[in-house]
């Protein structure tokens, strides 16, 4: 009798052990949930490593991720068109990607901005692409697809030269007015130039019907706003984009969702996640003129502690190719630049 | 052939113990009518007439939050786009709220797929998903109430919400980023239902935030007003694209709280540290604030906003168009 009291207790140990090793194997596996950060690509990104990921925003609208800069693909009767078309070297996956949102050739691809990330592609997907009609395609061209820039980034990418960025990236189709509009897809599309931006020659294009706006680089989930002086980019341009996108905006219900707007990097947003992004950006731009005005010199302004970037600088400040001393120093050289 | 037996015994007792041991994950509690808050005790100020401006004590903030706090004018609230902003998931629960619970089951094998809340603040609606589906890709978009999935632990349920909008930990003031994470526990007392929130936040708090709260079972399930409505107005207050912020050192209403409470202006910028019971031996070691200062004078420079125990240098009152209010801003 005390033998099988003993073996009982024996196996009521074991098992009671063994159970709660079970129990923690098996939460020690359950993976933890966490919110993903919003995190920059690398300057020089190992593309064979990366992934390309696909969703659909709303309406006829899809998001490619992870190629570069964000690119967009509006798919229906008439065909394809994409905004911005990412870097060269994923131009595989890409492609790969957009034959599974549509088998309609591309018709057209508009371009944001300048940037390598935002227009490397331009070359494989106007070849891949056609444009609605017999013969040959603008100008003489071959039968590929249109590509659509402001008259403004035109100029920039001859300014820089085809040594620098080949004539192939270069957009045939530009417009010299503030806005550009075009039915597509049962839907119109607008083209709204912005000027002094990123660059001088960027533009954010509206999708009316799916209510999307694409952004290009004025609004970056995952950076402060890059700030190229050197090719017409400025502060107060970038602000002006971002208040016409608080002005086209319409959330459906309490602030949230309606009108969707893919930014130039990072997650899909909506009014609200650019009005907390243009709160940051003029708060710190007044911060800087606030300083130019009390005649501040930018060493000083570098040297003032905390930073005017500081409660940012968590979320915003993870691009170590655009870090938010380089934005204050941008900020700072776009508000004092002599106007001609 | 007596062994066989036996070991087949031992083995079948082993995993039947081991099932029994399982049990409380598949236990399931049902959450299901119209809950109100009981206003009391740490959660009342929230839930009513709101904190006071500056007043950040016991929140476990870093110093980014509070440098944002106190660069915050709660006339930005007056924007129109900020009108309609809705209480974020980690801070509704503190609203005036009332909440309505009901499940969602699968027709034929009566599944548990979701557990739904609709949270009468803000008219949110919110869907805490029990099957097991993966939270979504970074790409996608945030919302107030985030992406919910849940699981039982005994008869508690657990909550996690990933995709979550910037907000406030504290109304207006203390901002919560876009990248919390919360972790809610749901326990259930017959009609008493505790509601326990972790927040984690990478951006703006040093230590997860911990709140609870306590609801009581309505006896008349049609006691719930689901309505909150919200149109924007805008009434030309503003220059378009004019965003309010005090530059640092320039916020005029740093010390009010403190020394109307008779507290060390350190007290009330908050941090980790002043969440602590060791924390009140340090207290009685800080000079009581005063407000308003005897000669505050505008820096001739922008002064560094308050560094975490160096208090504060207020600048004179009186901020100007759209100066915050001494009773704070939306009172719910």
């Known amino acids: ?340 | 052939m007596q062994n066989v037996s036996r070991v087949a015994v031992m083995l079948f007792l082993f995993f039947a113990v081991m099932l029994i041991g399982s049990i409380p994950a598949f236990a399931q509690v049902d959450l299901t009518g119209v809950w109100n808050p009981n206003v009391q005790d740490e959660d009342n100020p929230e839930r009513l007439q709101g904190p006071s401006l500056v007043e950040f004590v016991g929140l476990p903030i870093n110093d980014q939050a509070r440098v944002w706090g106190l660069s915050y004018r709660s006339s930005r609230l007056s924007l129109s786009e900020h009108q309609c902003q809705v209480h974020v998931v980690e801070y509704i629960h503190r609203g005036p709220m009332a909440m309505r619970m009901w499940e969602e089951r699968d027709l034929i094998t009566g599944q548990l797929i979701a557990i739904h809340e609709n949270i009468n603040t803000y008219e949110q609606f919110r869907t805490i998903w029990m099957d097991g589906r993966p939270h979504p890709s970074e790409y996608a978009p945030h919302t107030w109430m985030g992406f919910s999935t849940g699981v039982w632990e005994g008869n508690m349920l657990t909550v996690t919400t990933t995709h979550v909008k910037q907000g406030w930990h504290r109304r207006e003031n203390i901002p919560a980023s876009d990248e919390v994470t919360v972790i809610e526990h749901y326990v259930k007392h017959g009609n008493t239902l505790v509601h326990i929130s972790v927040t984690e936040d990478p951006i703006f708090l040093a230590e997860p935030l911990i709140k609870s709260e306590d609801f009581t079972l309505s006896a008349d399930p049609n006691n719930f007003n689901p309505f909150w409505p919200c149109e924007y107005t805008d009434e030309g207050e503003f220059a378009r694209g004019t965003v309010p912020s005090y530059f640092a050192g320039e916020n005029p209403y740093v010390a009010q709280y403190a020394a109307e409470h008779n507290l060390p202006q350190e007290v009330t910028l908050g941090g980790a540290e002043t969440m602590y019971p060791e924390y009140r031996t340090k207290v009685k070691s800080l000079p009581v604030a005063v407000y308003p200062p005897a000669a505050a004078a505008t820096p001739a420079t922008p002064a560094p906003a308050a560094p975490r125990g160096g208090g504060a240098a207020p600048a004179p009152a009186g901020g100007g168009r759209g100066a915050a209010t001494p009773a704070g801003g939306r009172g719910q």
Do not use: C
């Not at chain 1, 503030?178 to 000027?195: C, G, L, S, T």
């Not at chain 1, 947003?269 to 009390?294: C, F, G, P, W």
């Not at chain 1, 170590?320 to 204050?328: L, Q, R």
């Open chain 1, 1 to 340: 009798m005390k033998n099988l009291f003993l073996k009982i207790s024996t196996f009521a140990a074991v098992t009671v052990f063994a159970s709660a090793a079970f129990a923690v194997l098996i939460s020690a596996q359950q993976p933890q949930i966490r919110t993903p950060r919003q995190m920059p690509m690398p300057a020089n990104p190992d593309f064979s490593k990366l992934e390309v990921q696909t969703l659909h925003v709303q309406g006829n609208i899809h998001l490619i991720a992870g190629a570069g800069g964000n690119i967009v693909v509006q798919a229906g009767d008439d065909g394809v068109l994409m905004v911005d078309t990412g870097y060269d070297k994923m131009s595989d996956k890409v492609m790969a990607a957009l034959k599974k949102i549509s088998t309609k050739p591309i018709r057209d691809i508009v371009l944001t901005t300048l940037a390598d990330d935002h227009t490397g592609a331009n070359e494989v997907f106007v070849k891949a692409g056609s444009v609605n009609q017999a013969g040959p395609g603008l100008g003489g061209r071959p039968n590929t697809a249109d590509l659509i820039g402001s008259g403004d980034l035109l100029r920039i990418m001859t300014e820089i030269g085809p040594d620098k960025i080949s004539v192939n990236r270069w957009p045939p189709k530009t417009f010299l007015t503030p806005r550009m509009d075009f039915y597509m897809n049962d839907e119109p599309v607008i083209i709204m130039h912005i000027p002094e931006a990123n660059t001088g020659g960027d533009s954010m294009v509206w999708f009316r019907r799916s209510d999307v706006v694409v952004t290009g680089d004025i609004f970056d989930e995952t950076s402060f706003p890059h700030i190229d002086l050197e090719h017409g980019g400025g502060i107060n341009g970038i602000i002006e984009g971002l208040n016409q996108l608080l002005e086209i905006t319409v959330p459906k219900h309490l602030q949230e969702g309606g009108t969707m707007v893919v930014p130039g990097h990072g997650r899909i947003s909506d009014e609200h996640d650019v009005l907390e992004y243009r709160d940051m950006v003029t708060i710190i731009r007044n911060r800087v003129q606030n300083a130019i005005n009390k005649k501040m010199t930018l060493a000083q302004i570098k040297a003032t502690k905390p930073s005017y970037t500081y409660e940012y600088e968590l979320r915003f400040g993870n691009n170590k190719a655009w870090t938010p001393e380089m934005f204050v120093e941008a900020i700072y050289k776009s508000l004092t630049a002599a106007k001609p």
